[in-house]
């Protein structure tokens, strides 16, 4: 028997299991959707991406995605639930200082979120910017779309993507059927404006601030006032003690002296007789006032 799992162990190491050669087989996105919003809530361009992988993608495995030097990346998650997760992910080398690259861990068959920020290009009240997809992967489905400020003039797009407006903003979009591996798309976006104001309120300004929290704070016991809050708690409870006890002792007396009077009473109560002579005799007695013998 050991000698079986011996060679099965050897075999295990020499040829590797069908399903470690398929997580690093060819990763292919099914579908990949852009959104480009500008002065949303920071005056800059948001990018966000929403990724699937093909159904024959190993899964777990991992998705490469590059994006220019100058992004801030604030979020990568995934979608679980109805809601968005923290996606494990890693930084990697990148050998063009124009862009950056990270490594995104895909543990589920599901959609993956990422967003980031990046500075629009600005002269006067013109801005422009310029969005490229770097083709590392095939897609099966390419979508973009586009969000200007409402008050915004001029709005165009190269290629053409006609913006109408949306609320308070400026909408359009586009679908590319598909894209090879290495197939790039570079989408050009030109507007201007004379307002700063953005799009939506950023959340950190719909928040009320809280009041500080100090050693001021109601209901609130800091390190120096402990030893007295707990010098306080220990004489109630001594006090509390006594009380206890006081009114204890006070109640056992009063339960006492009842039953002995009542005990008198009734000795008091019961007629005696003389046993020699039968002569009632009166309470105290100890000797018959007839005969004198000694009462029982």
């Not at 801030?72 to 996606?87: D, H, K, P, Q, R």
């Not at 990422?114 to 629009?120: A, V």
């Not at 290629?159 to 989408?187: K, W």
Request: net charge negative; with cysteine.
């Amino acid at each position: 028997m050991r000698k079986w799992l011996i060679l099965w162990a050897l075999m295990v190491l020499l040829f590797p299991l069908p399903a470690q050669a398929q997580e690093s087989g060819v990763v292919k996105l099914d579908t990949l959707s852009v959104m480009l919003w500008a002065e949303y809530d920071q005056p800059s361009m948001l990018v966000i991406y929403n990724f699937t992988v093909t159904e024959d993608t190993a899964v777990p495995g991992s998705v490469n995605l590059r994006f220019p030097a100058d992004a801030n990346i604030t979020a990568v998650a995934y979608e679980s639930g109805g809601e968005l997760l923290l996606a494990q992910y890693q930084p990697l080398p990148s050998e063009d200082e124009q862009w950056q690259a990270i490594q995104i861990f895909v543990t589920e068959r599901t959609t993956y979120h990422i967003e980031y920020y990046q500075p629009l290009k600005r002269s006067g009240e013109a801005r422009s910017f310029t969005y490229q997809w770097t083709g590392d992967y095939a897609v099966n489905e390419f979508n973009i779309e586009v969000q200007v400020p409402g008050d915004s003039k001029g709005a165009k797009t190269e290629p053409v993507i006609p913006l109408m407006q949306s609320g308070a903003s400026l909408t359009g979009g586009a679908r590319l059927n598909a894209l090879d591996q290495g197939e790039t798309y570079q989408l050009q976006l030109e507007y201007s404006r004379s307002s700063e104001a953005l799009v939506a309120t950023p959340v950190s300004a719909q928040v009320e601030p809280l009041n500080p929290v100090d050693e001021n704070t109601d209901g609130r016991a800091t390190l120096e006032k402990l030893p007295l809050v707990l010098g306080g708690f220990g004489i109630a409870l001594i006090v509390a003690a006594l009380v206890y006890f006081f009114r204890g002792q006070s109640a056992s007396a009063r339960s006492a002296k009842p039953r002995k009077r009542s005990h008198r009473q009734e000795e008091a109560s019961v007629p005696s007789y003389c046993p020699e002579c039968g002569t009632r005799s009166q309470p105290g007695d100890r000797f018959c006032r007839v005969c004198g013998s000694k009462l029982r």
